[in-house]
């Protein structure tokens, strides 16, 4: 039976600020009751050209995630971004984004951004910064003076600190990433004697074998990786595809996977010998028996499988896997890489800190990296730091590095500055600003700027212009006019290099080590913590175990026992505390703990107690904590979970059906589709019928959802859906729309988003006393915010559990709303009603686009083209697994779909006839029948 | 002659001696040092609860245990709990009016007089949960600027009806019984300010036998009136329930078995009550052991009645085999809530079969405490018919435990101590027993 | 609860019972009662009649209401007299949601030539010399869980005055309507007989001239047309 949800019984204690500030706000309400305050209008002074009041305008832009360029669209209302979508033509966008694209929008408001350089004597303006870089830096041509940035893929930036080196000699630029390629790049060095990148083809591939890889998790390349691989899934025409996935603990790749099972990360080179027909050593049976399995589909689809390894391997494991895909003709690319820094991000990083140790650095500069953070312990950046007599971090937020710094100034967030970016394809495109500085942040290019005083003033804009110049050929303002609407710049995609034949590296099986390891992969939601400072990115479920505001410990059960262990018990190992998770498909003598967490100087939001698993890096870097032991403390802790996970068993097992490969549903159950009924909401009566209104309904494809959150995040963007931290949580409310329930079936199970069904026959609508939930002409089911008196009995009856309540004033003022500051609001979306205490909401198809869509059509007469209207998790999904539109009108793709075999309704024996359906998920693994 | 003889005991058989029993601690006699400390104590509570809805009120249902699941929690149980001891007061005094039980005249008053402050304290509370409780009117159909109405095909519209039909009428029931009395505490010497106001009560009784008349039919035929009411409100609060497709919800013996379960904690207040009330008053004359006997087979067989419904429950789940009702089956039974469950059991149905034992059917303490397990088994009940349903609804990823905040604590004792303090006072202005049926039963005593 | 005994009755030497009820009231009494009697059913009906009947006069709607502004702006002087269309100044009435309110600079295409002294217009100058915008009271104000669309009305044939009466009239623009939402159902819910041709769309009086046949005819077709595709009673309408 699936576990339940204890709420903590910890209670809600009103702040004494807080009180006062209800009351005030309580007395002002009820006065405002009576009254009408009076409202001003205030009209521009000036035309704006083509500017109209309230329109949604469309602008193409690039935001860097770890350096690399993903392609957006930013959404702006009268002058203010509100909303991130993909860029079509971008690939590493693709017209969809991920959750860290659609949460990067609150960052731009976000109250806690840093708002004024201040040095040692407190705030300090950005002259007397200048001035005392002007003292430092360029008094010995810059000698002593380290720059210490992320990835830079920017040709506009890399350009502009080369400037800087011709002008200050001495200037030592290190570039360190904390999730980095070092072992990729030494592998491929290892393999073809020169560092490439790869670039798997996933479209083209029949089999995929990922060791400890997670191509569908969390990074840069999520999106494109995702895209590939569903549209490999889709396509009908070649045989049907298999993943297989053996992996230390269960990622999105291993859900999705039709064959997966739990390995020790140190037993990868036994798997991978023993694919390439060697003597692989031991391994356990379950894992020998899935790679016989494996083998033979290898030998089946040669010159169609692929290899992955994780970036957690060490090199010679990237090597042999380079020399394997080579042997079986794989579908990989391999490119110069984009990241043109020769160096590997662990031993520069070690090298510098070791010179400042040693004092040789008088000046560290920081530029948009987190060192103190991410640094491996062994190295004592912090103290390293203290030696530099001036250290000077350039972020966007407060964080640990510059809290140690004796200055921190605010950096620009990229909707705020001109600028460039490479995305890991090496496609180049344009960053431009949507507002001026809200902060009176610098960009790094300014940034830059200071440290290279002596340099001529030119401004960013200016400057990328410049860098592009070349190629912008006969007319350059064209040329940059076209490039800013493409969202890309032509051809500048790196092209696949031959690698000449790879030597097959010596590698020895290993055998498995006694002690537990703790393997650290890369949060799905916090990335590498940069993004633990956003409340959305916070309160956004883990796709694996819907942990939120904080990360546990998992453990397979196995283990659990061996230390005596359960659930939420809090363990000490490495230094480092955290509860512990019992995770199914967690390999036996493995931890896994996600990055990201336990941030201590990033303000409130990102501050929470949570274990950092930076302190548990060796100094070689890598993402797997060295040998450790795990001991148990007395203390317990439950962390957050937003949701249950759900074993799919027994009569469960309906809401999440498997089919094998070109298979339907079963006759059995076969549920009955809504196509070929009449769609017009058979309780509403004759009244309802309106023979030419479009009927909205959705069909998510269970069988390519990986799980992302991207929709998540989209949907608490698009529609104004509050934070509201983790207490509530653990009380068992949450406000997302729409949330991605996973089930498990042995085998792995799968994704599920769960948006309002907008059932035809909907249990909501006639138990609500006021009429607040109402079905229109349309087929939706709307909750009348202002209508709704909170009895909360359409939750009460509503069998998906899809309504969320206001159960406190969480749009108002509050910690995860705006720290009393008003600068989030300006992100909310004007054509969704911000919703007060006491009222029901709920999902509403974004009812705001399609009302804009079709008052559109009307103003042209023309009736709504197909696929004209697209929700904001539809338009966010990476994978497309998310159809919508007009069920009536068979031009619409999700009428197609709906025609499906595969096409089946949630709870359908209720009777409740949802319009949001889905399509069940198809598993290769030869044993799921029908 | 012995017929009557069992209902009561001299001197309760002389006029003047019953009226003296009866108002003397009204008319002629100050509260003592317990009336004091109860009123104070309970006072205190009061406030607290007080406090703890204003918070509410100021915040939000935020403060309550609610979650995105279960959605309702104490303010609805405790709602459907007070309805259902509402329910009894009228009933009791009715059925056994219209059944001519000679016993009725002793418990009658005091039963109403609950069953009146109980309604008007569940009405408190579909108000009090309401995410926005300034708008509680909008479940009032009335001609709005908006011109919208009230949802018809809503249980919870009906409720409001229910409700506010059967507090009116159970005033007007309660209001017409207790004329004569008021009469008669007019004409008895007193603080004349006292008396003035009894007397406007009064509406100027004199008790000529035209008047006896006319109040005799009266009285007949709003009791003939009272008892398919009262079913029809526990019904009715049924179908809050009943109207809907959750799992444990979705039962055509709600209805009934509510109003059973009304009728069954309803009646055990009033034998509560009665024990205190004989001790407090003086009273053993008029609520003699034949009382107690006569109440505890009631209790009893209702107890039975209970013990059925809950079988058939279980059983029909069983007998269907369908998922989710065996599911929610064998939540209740090895979920977290069993506890409560077991304890629901043996108050609703195990305890009372003591009354098996007439000794114990005699026995005032006995009585008492066995009332006492059947108030909270009853409040569990309702608790559970809440949680259980919710906790495990259709989808899983939803399942979520309901666990009651301190507030929510406080509100249910406010309330159990408003009710509490409205009683204390009733006691010190109006008559808790019925004077002139007493009176009328002595006169049958004496042919 | 124990009782301590106080003096008995008897002792207190209270007259009989049978006078002590002539001492009680004054023979009016039966009458006061009789009355009382009846106001306790009628006072709360007639109170709340009153309340309802309270909530549809202009002193809640606020129609005929009239808002200070920082410059007398007077529609009857520019669009009564000079005879200034609509859409000159509220440019999106037309094509967008917000008819918007003009800018500065729409005010100075003419005013930089004419009363470019005049004292009711030193608000506007200085606007446009420092580029801080004017400061208007909205005069017409829905709720903001209203979502009210000016395109979709005007498109499809409902005239200015509907809502904001004849604008012509105002030296002082006022709420015309008073704008409670069972106003605004009046026409959703038969909107033909609000609907006027286009080129009557500016007109101070819209509905005083009877249709001609062919006019008549088309808004009928046009409002079957409408009622095919969508229903202006859904919430979804104005509320999401």
């Excluded at chain 1, 204690?13 to 009576?34: N, T």
């Excluded at chain 1, 350009?159 to 630029?173: C, Q, V």
């Excluded at chain 2, 207790?178 to 008895?188: C, E």
Aim: aromatic share 8%; hydrophobic share 45%.
């Amino acid at each position: 039976m699936p576990s339940l949800r204890p709420p903590s019984p910890s209670a809600w204690d009103p702040h004494r600020r807080e009180v006062l500030r209800l009351i005030a706000a309580g007395a002002a309400a009820s006065l405002a009751g009576c009254s009408k305050p009076d409202q001003p209008i205030v009209p521009a002074v000036h035309d704006a050209e083509g500017d109209r009041a309230g329109r949604v305008r469309r602008y193409a832009t690039t935001l860097p995630l770890s350096g690399y360029g993903r392609g957006a669209t930013a959404l702006v209302v009268d002058g203010r971004p509100i909303k991130l979508e993909g860029s079509p033509r971008h690939p590493a966008s693709l017209d969809s984004t991920d959750m860290f694209v659609e949460a990067s929008i609150l960052d731009l408001y976000d109250p806690q951004r840093l708002r004024a350089p201040q040095g040692p004597k407190g705030i300090g303006g950005w002259e007397m910064l200048e001035r005392t870089l002007i003292e430092h830096v360029p008094a010995r041509g810059g000698e002593g003076v380290a720059l210490l940035t992320g990835r830079i893929t920017s040709p506009t930036l890399l350009a502009r600190i080369a400037e800087a080196k011709m002008r200050l000699p001495g200037l030592r630029h290190v570039r360190y990433e904390a999730i980095d390629d070092d072992a990729e790049r030494a592998g491929a060095a290892m393999a073809f004697g020169r560092p490439l990148t790869m670039r798997p083809r996933l479209r083209d591939a029949d089999l995929l074998i990922l060791l400890d890889a997670d191509p569908l998790g969390p990074g840069p390349d999520q999106i494109a990786f995702g895209r590939a691989w569903s549209d490999r899934r889709r396509n009908r025409s070649r045989r049907a595809p298999r993943a297989y996935a053996f992996e230390p603990s269960l990622t999105a790749s291993g859900i999705c996977a039709d064959r997966r099972v739990a390995l020790h990360p140190a037993l990868v080179p036994n798997v991978l010998l023993a694919l390439a027909g060697r003597d692989g050593g031991e391994a356990p049976e379950d894992v020998t028996r899935m790679v016989a399995l494996a083998r033979a589909d290898l030998a089946a689809a040669r010159g169609r499988a692929i290899v992955l390894v994780g970036r957690g391997q060490p090199p010679e494991v990237h090597a042999f896997a380079a020399w394997l895909n080579q042997s079986i003709g794989a579908p990989v690319d391999w490119i110069e890489p984009v990241d043109p820094d020769p160096s590997g991000h662990a031993q520069s990083l070690a090298a510098l800190a070791r010179d400042m140790h040693d004092g040789r650095v008088a000046t560290l500069i920081v530029l948009d990296a987190n060192p103190v953070y991410h640094a491996p312990p062994a190295l004592g950046f912090a103290e390293a730091m203290k030696r530099a007599p001036l250290s000077i971090a350039f972020a966007a937020f407060p964080d640990e590095t510059a809290s140690a710094a004796t200055w921190r100034a605010p950096l620009t967030h990229p909707l705020e500055s001109w600028g460039d970016a490479r995305a890991p394809d090496g496609t180049a495109s344009l960053i431009q600003p949507m507002v001026k500085p809200l902060f009176g942040a610098r960009s790094p290019l300014e940034a830059i700027g200071m440290i290279d005083a002596a340099s001529p003033r030119i401004d960013d804009h200016a400057r990328v212009q410049a860098q592009w110049r070349g190629r912008a050929g006969g007319d350059p303002g064209r040329w940059w006019r076209d490039a800013l609407v493409a969202g890309v710049i032509e051809g500048t995609a790196a092209s696949p290099v031959s690698p000449g034949g790879a030597k097959p590296p010596s590698l020895v099986p290993a055998r498995p080590p006694t002690a537990m390891i703790v393997t650290l992969p890369p949060s799905s939601t916090m990335w590498d913590g940069r993004f633990a400072t956003n409340a959305w990115a916070q309160e956004c479920p883990d796709p694996i175990v819907k942990e939120v505001w904080a990360s546990s410990l998992r453990l397979s059960a196995a283990d659990a026992k061996r230390l005596g262990v359960e659930d939420s018990d809090i363990v000490r190992f490495g230094g480092v505390m955290a509860p512990v998770r019992i995770l199914p498909g967690q390999a036996e003598g493995v931890a896994t703990l996600p990055l990201g967490r336990g941030r201590s100087a990033g303000g409130p939001i990102a501050t929470a107690a949570s274990a950092d698993g930076f302190r548990l890096r060796p100094a070689s870097g890598g993402f797997v904590s060295p040998p450790l032991t795990i001991e148990k403390t007395d203390w317990r802790h439950d962390v957050p979970t937003a949701q249950a996970i759900i074993e799919a068993e027994g009569p469960l097992a309906d809401h999440f059906p498997l089919v094998a490969p070109g298979k339907g549903m079963r006759p059995a159950d076969k549920l009955s589709s809504l196509i070929g009924d009449d769609i017009t909401p058979p309780d509403a009566g004759p009244d309802y019928a309106r023979p030419e209104a479009p009927q909205w309904g959705m069909v998510i494809d269970t069988s390519v959802c990986i799980g992302c959150n991207a929709c998540v995040v989209a949907c608490q963007a698009e529609n104004n859906v509050p934070s509201i931290g983790a207490d509530q949580i653990m009380r068992g409310r949450d406000m997302h729309w729409l949330r991605v329930d996973r089930y498990e079936h042995e085998g792995g199970g799968g994704f599920q988003p769960v948006p309002c069904m907008m059932c035809e026959k909907a249990p909501c609508e006639p138990v609500c006393p006021v009429e607040a939930p109402t079905h229109t002409a349309e087929g939706l089911n709307l909750q009348v915010y202002n209508r709704c008196i909170g009895t909360r009995t359409c939750q009460a009856n509503c069998p998906y559990k899809v309504r969320r309540f206001n159960f406190l004033d969480y749009s108002g003022a509050n910690l995860w709303g705006d720290l009393d500051d008003g600068s989030v609001s300006a992100q909310r979306n004007p054509d969704v009603t911000v919703r007060a205490r006491g009222v029901m909401e709920k999902c509403t198809y974004c009812i705001q686009r399609i009302e804009t869509a079709e008052h559109d059509a009307d103003a042209e007469g023309r009736p709504l083209p197909p696929d004209s209207v697209r929700t904001a998790c539809q338009a966010a999904c990476p994978t497309r697994a998310i159809s919508f539109g007009d069920i009536s009108d068979p031009r619409w793709e999700v009428t197609n779909l709906k025609h499906d075999p595969r096409h089946y309704a949630l709870l359908d024996y209720l009777g409740t006839r949802p319009r949001t359906t889905y399509l069940a998920r198809v598993v290769n693994d030869g044993e799921t029948e029908a | 002659m012995s017929g009557t003889a069992r209902w009561l005991t001299p001197p309760m058989t002389d006029h003047r001696a019953i009226t003296d029993a009866v108002a003397g601690p009204i008319v002629d006699r100050r509260a003592g040092k317990a009336w004091w400390i109860a009123f104070l104590a309970s006072l205190a509570v009061v406030l607290a609860g007080a406090a703890a809805a204003g918070l509410s009120f100021e915040y939000g249902p935020g403060l309550w245990g609610n979650n995105s699941a279960v959605v309702w929690g104490f303010p609805i149980s405790s709602y459907v709990w007070w309805i259902g001891i509402g329910n009894a007061g009228t009933l009791i005094s009715a059925m056994l009016l219209l059944t001519r039980q000679k016993w009725r005249s002793s418990i009658n008053r005091f039963a109403e007089t609950m069953t009146i402050f109980a309604v008007a304290i569940a009405g408190i509370y579909p108000i009090l949960h309401l995410g926005r409780p300034m708008y509680f009117y909008w479940m009032a159909p009335y001609p709005s600027t908006m011109h919208i109405w009230p949802q018809w095909r809503s249980a919870l519209v009906w409720d409001f009806w229910s409700i506010l039909s059967y507090l009116l009428f159970s005033i007007l029931f309660f209001y017409l019984g207790l004329i004569p009395d008021l009469a008669t505490l007019r004409d008895r010497p007193g603080s004349r300010r006292w008396r003035r106001i009894w007397g406007a009560a009064a509406l100027g009784w004199q008790g000529t036998p035209a008047q006896w008349r006319t109040h005799t039919r009266l009285q007949w035929t709003m009791a003939a009136i009272a008892t398919p009411l009262v079913c029809s409100v526990h019904s009715i609060v049924g179908l809050d329930f009943a109207a809907s497709i959750m799992p444990g919800w979705i039962e055509s013996i709600f209805p009934p078995y509510f109003v059973v379960g009304a009728f069954f904690s309803g009646f055990a207040v009033v034998v509560l009550m009665a024990m205190v009330i004989r001790r407090a008053l003086d009273l053993e004359g008029m609520i003699r052991p034949s009382h107690l006997d006569a109440m505890a087979k009631v209790i009893l067989a209702s107890a039975c009645v209970m013990g059925l419904s809950y079988t058939t429950e279980w059983l029909s789940a069983l007998w269907t085999g369908e998922a989710s009702s065996l599911r929610f089956l064998r939540f209740s039974f090895t979920g977290p809530y069993l506890p409560f469950q077991i304890l629901m059991l043996i108050g609703n149905v195990f305890l009372p079969q003591l009354f098996w034992s007439p000794k114990l059917r005699r026995n005032p303490i006995a009585l008492a405490v066995i009332a006492f397990g059947i108030l909270i088994g009853m409040y569990l009940e309702r608790v559970q018919i809440l949680t259980n349903s919710l906790s495990i609804g259709w989808l899983p990823a939803m399942w979520t435990l309901y666990v009651p905040t301190i507030i929510d604590f406080l509100i249910l004792a406010g309330a159990l101590s408003f009710w509490v303090l409205l009683v204390l006072v009733t006691a010190r202005v109006l008559p808790l027993v019925s004077i002139y049926e007493v009176r009328a039963l002595a006169e049958e005593a004496k042919e | 609860m124990r009782y301590r005994k106080t003096a008995p009755a008897a002792k207190a030497g209270i007259k009989g019972t049978d006078d002590a009820l002539a001492q009680l009231f004054r023979p009016g009494a039966n009458s006061i009662l009789r009355v009382a009697l009846f106001a306790i059913v009628l006072v709360p009906l007639g109170a709340a009649a009153i309340a309802m009947a309270l909530q549809r006069t202009p002193y809640i709607t606020g129609e005929g209401r009239f808002i200070e502004q920082q410059v007398p702006f007077s529609h009857k002087h520019h669009a009564g007299e000079l005879g200034i269309d609509c859409r000159f100044c509220h440019v999106g009435a037309e094509n967008q949601a917000v008819a918007t309110v003009p800018t500065t600079q729409v005010c100075m295409t003419c005013h930089s030539q004419m009363w470019t002294n005049a004292a009711m217009l030193a608000p506007v100058r200085r606007s446009w010399a420092t580029h801080t915008p004017l400061r208007w009271s909205r005069v017409n104000r829905l709720p903001d869980y209203v979502f009210f669309d000016h395109h979709a009305h005007v498109a499809n044939g409902v005239p200015c005055a509907a809502c904001h009466g004849d604008v012509r009239q105002m030296p002082l623009t006022r709420q015309a309507a008073p704008l409670t939402m069972g106003w605004c159902l009046d026409c959703h819910e038969n909107p033909e007989k609000r609907l006027v041709p286009e080129n009557r769309i500016t007109w101070s009086h819209p509905y005083d001239q009877p249709l001609s046949e062919a006019e008549a005819r088309r808004i009928h077709a046009h409002v079957l047309k409408l009622d095919r595709t969508r229903k202006l009673t859904d919430c979804s309408t104005c509320h999401r």
